[in-house]
């Protein structure tokens, strides 16, 4: 089946660092990905939507310069959360859908990456 | 504005039960909905999903049903397992919005 690999799946960074994230999709193509952050005991929170190619298309309340998301190639998007604070603690995850599937295909998601910010 | 949620927020279930878990949804505009499972640490995975143009759909074990009336979808899981156990998410979506929307979440615990 349909794999996203995400890396990595925890790290540990002090407040005012930048931490990456990567998101593949190991066996199929994906011109779009989605970062959702999630909170304890909470849903995903779509945070944005990642378009090979072009800019990335944020929600609203999620500020850009601070969530910088990068797709280079139709398997990699990378989600770099600049200036980290604690508050950016949570659990982020990314997903994405075969491109060349049906649009009502399934999200494949990955694993996650357990962000703690001190 | 528009939300996917649920009505029970825990549910514990004996082992070889059948388990059933809800979701409430607004917008009735959605196209199909998904059902997703959540262990602990881990992301989101695919259960069953439903097109807004049937009211029933089986796979192995677990039965979705749609009422479109009163905007309602659950997930029926039969012989519940321990494995089971798990976060459930319902999530809704359009054709030709690629987004999906979450619910809240049931956190199901399958007594041994």
């Known amino acids: 089946g349909a794999v996203v690999s995400q890396h990595p799946s925890r790290v540990i960074c002090k407040s005012g660092t930048s931490v990456k994230i990567e998101c593949r999709s190991l066996d199929f193509q994906a011109t779009t990905m989605f970062w959702y952050r999630q909170f304890p005991k909470q849903s995903l929170m779509l945070m944005a939507t990642s378009n090979e190619g072009s800019k990335a298309t944020y929600e609203q309340g999620v500020e850009k310069d601070k969530f910088l998301i990068n797709h280079a190639s139709l398997t990699l998007s990378t989600l770099t959360v600049t200036s980290a604070h604690p508050e950016d603690s949570s659990f982020y995850i990314c997903?994405?859908?075969?491109?060349?599937?049906?649009?009502?295909?399934?999200?494949?998601f990955g694993n996650g990456t357990r962000l703690t910010v001190t | 504005g528009e939300s996917v949620g649920l009505h029970l927020p825990t549910l514990s279930v004996q082992e070889g039960d059948n388990s059933i878990i809800n979701c409430a949804y607004s917008n009735s505009a959605s196209d199909y909905f998904i059902w997703y499972k959540q262990e602990s640490g881990k992301g989101p995975q695919f259960i069953i999903d439903i097109r807004s143009n049937m009211d029933k759909r089986q796979g192995q074990r677990v039965t979705v049903l749609l009422n479109k009336t009163v905007k309602h979808l659950s997930l029926q899981i039969a012989a519940t397992q321990p494995g089971d156990s798990a976060v459930y998410f319902c999530?809704?979506?359009?054709?030709?919005?690629?987004?999906?929307?979450f619910g809240t979440g049931t956190r199901l615990t399958i007594i041994p």
């Open positions: 999530a809704e979506g359009r054709f030709g919005n690629e987004k999906l929307t």
């Open positions: 997903s994405a859908r075969d491109t060349g599937r049906t649009v009502d295909s399934p999200l494949h």
